[in-house]
């Protein structure tokens, strides 16, 4: 990360759910080829910022450009080089991996031998070959994850979303998980932008880390540059102090009075 | 045993009713007063109102076939109650509640229990709005003392109540055997669908083969089911407690048929209500033993592609081929996809000639015969194809739907394989029913395939309205969420319309031109326009992102 270009700048976007501000005004800078990490607890607006910044969610105000296109004009031209990891994401129960992945490859306008070839290296990669015809709905989660992970760079994004890529996954698959992001930030040119509450995955993937709290943005920047900042010794530290999760036991136990 | 029954079946009763949540209490104790009084004044009134309308007077014919009326009142009445709870508690396995309450050390009879109690308050409503629909016209033919009325309720409620008991029992078993996985719960609605005809069908067979069974038996068959054993018992409470003197040769006739003595009903009755109670607790504890439920949960793996799958992909070998592909794929292996379809596919056959048998001589005139028996069968199918391709099989979740709209005009894309999928399944549809009716009905060949074009035009118009009616309100798979509701009576409302004016169309267009096959293929147009327009609309409200 050099400086460089910007792939996403949001300038004051927000988004309200009636009186909710899941997302307060946002002024956020990528770069191309970072590998972010968007951290926050649950209701954030994680997901919100996401979907708006995919084109799924019109913003309540503000403005962003993702790969120098706009979100409110240009769509389908973002949607065209970006992927996206939904959150709790409804595969196609029966479809089996190759034919699932085959539907959305063509959903980006992808077919015949190419399709094919990229199918087969991806399902080789995350090591479901053996199991590629087998219906989805006999998929365990964590499965069902790489499947998800596989649709989403099939048809090689410049900027890939990733909505909590983990949560579900077994620490060998989240391993993986990481490995992949790790390899493809390296050898090519792919911004991730990846949601998290998973401090010490971020810690471990991400270039440039920020930090959500009930909407606002209270942190940007290296982890290294936020343990510092917060005088502490891992993210997750760091993280707890500046989202508040200090921890008071006798209130944790009032309930057995 | 414990308490644990009462909040398992407070549980249940509160999901049921969920739907007037605020005022539960209020609408069931409003419910249930106008229930009683509907019972005891106002059904009366309104059937004998209906009958003075229509200037019959029911009362000899009553009294003449009481026991064979009785017989098939409790018949449907039975059925009714049996498979409505099942069906619709099939639409929903819900195996991971049980889990909980098994890990609570609530003891599986327990759980029965509960489910069962839970019931009641809304299938018993039912059955005191139906009921007296019947037996107030029963009532007043044999003018039957109030003791003897009060006799005939408390029968019919202890049969419902068993019949509840059942219901619960069957459900709950026919869950366990399927689990709680996807195909699981796949199976189960696609069973929800069809049970109707599962238990209907050997009814029917029941009735046709009554005759010759009862006389190699040389008893009466009908006496192997429970309702008919009420319904003996409430022809005798009927007999015993009315305040008219029937004439012998009455009582010679009904003889014929209350062959046992009303305490052998009771007996029966109550052997049945035990056998059933007992039955059941004593098979709870293996129905509800999870390691039982993992029936469906076997993996299936997919094999090649057949040959009209190759030969699309040939025609169409771009993106766009292998999208429809793949939907024709994924609706076709929904068990509750195909489910759906068989049963609007008999429907389609039956009706016509159900309406043709029903008319004295058919329906006369031939060119009648074609119109009349297109017009249904293309209504049935157009229904069917509509609200199975444009309802649930559109699609699955709210996240699925956001990963197609994170495609590149995704929607559209998603929108236009979905419909040339259902358009091709519909080929084999149309021409299925139109071939069986026109044998049936000795149609031409030509006018039977004037059939098939004209219904799978107007289930094209059918599955876009549909189709696109479910894109401006996503109900996704749920068929218990409002939006599903109102996606599936609007559709039914448009389609009906639809079919009924554009045949009205048709028909003044064919009277002027003096051709009836002009007459059809003018019918369908209304349909595939309107269609096109509402699927337009639709798939461009798919596409917009959401605010
Ligand atoms: N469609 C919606 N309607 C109303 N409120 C919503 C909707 N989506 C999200 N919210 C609210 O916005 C806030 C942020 O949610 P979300 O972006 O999902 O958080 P995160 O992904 O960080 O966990 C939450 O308070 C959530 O309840
Ligand atoms: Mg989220």
Known sequence: ?257 | MSHGWRAIAKAEFRVSTSRFRRGRLVAFAGAYAFAIVWALLLAPEVVSGLFWMFEVDPNPLIQAGLPGIMRTLLLVLWVMILLYPLSYSLQEIKIGQWEIMLSSNVRTREMLLGMFVGKIPIYFLIALIMAPLFFSVIVSAFSITLLGQALMYLAVFLFVLATIWVSNLLSVGIQAKLGDSPRGNDLAKALSIVVALIFLVPVYGLMYFAGPLTEILGWDIFLVLPSTWCADLLSWIALLSTSLTLPPALMDLYSLILVLPPIAYVILLVAFAVATVVGGFSLSERMFSLESTRGADKVITVKGENAVLRGLRRLMPGSFGTLTVTSIKEFSRKAQNISRVAYGAILAIILPVIFNLSFVGGFGEPIFMLVLSTFMVSMMLGLIAGLTFGGVGFLESKDQLWIIQSGPSGAWKYMKARLLQSFLISIPLALFPAAVVSLIMDLTILDGLLMSLHSYVLMCGCVMIATGITALNPAYEDTKSSAFYVNTLVSMLIIMFLVLGSLILGIRVGAALENIYLLLLTAGMPAILLGGLIAGLGAHRLSAPES
Request: hydrophobic content about 40%.
């Open chain 1, 1 to 257: 990360m050099s400086g460089g270009q910007s792939e996403i700048t949001t300038r004051a976007l927000r988004k309200n759910f009636g009186d909710i501000k899941a997302v307060k005004p946002l002024d956020l800078r990528v770069e191309r080829g970072t590998t972010f990490g968007y951290l926050g607890p649950n209701g954030a607006g994680k997901t919100t910022t996401v979907r708006m910044l995919s084109g799924l969610l019109r913003p309540t105000g503000g403005s962003a450009t993702v790969c120098g296109f706009d979100i409110a004009e240009q769509r389908n031209r973002i949607k065209a080089i970006t992927g996206l990891l939904p959150e709790a994401p409804g595969l196609y129960s029966k479809l089996s991996a190759y034919e699932f992945l085959e539907f959305i490859g063509a959903l980006y306008d992808l077919s015949g031998e190419k399709l094919n070839r990229r199918i087969n290296r991806l399902l080789n990669l995350l090591d479901l070959t053996e199991r590629q015809n087998d219906l989805l709905e006999s998929y365990s989660s964590g499965m069902k994850q790489k499947v998800l992970i596989a649709s989403t760079l099939i048809h090689e994004p410049r900027l890939v979303f990733l909505d909590e890529p983990t949560a579900r996954l077994d620490p060998a698959a989240s391993a993986l998980v990481k490995e992949i992001i790790n390899a493809l930030a390296e050898e090519t040119d792919t911004t991730f932008f990846i949601c998290t509450h998973l401090t010490d995955f971020a810690e471990d993937v991400c270039d440039v880390i920020g930090i959500l709290v009930e909407g606002e943005l209270v942190e940007l920047g290296p982890p290294k540059e936020i343990i510092e900042r917060t005088e502490s010794d891992d993210l997750e530290e760091a993280y707890l102090k500046i989202v508040g999760g200090k921890i008071d036991r006798k209130r944790l136990l009032s309930w057995r009075e």
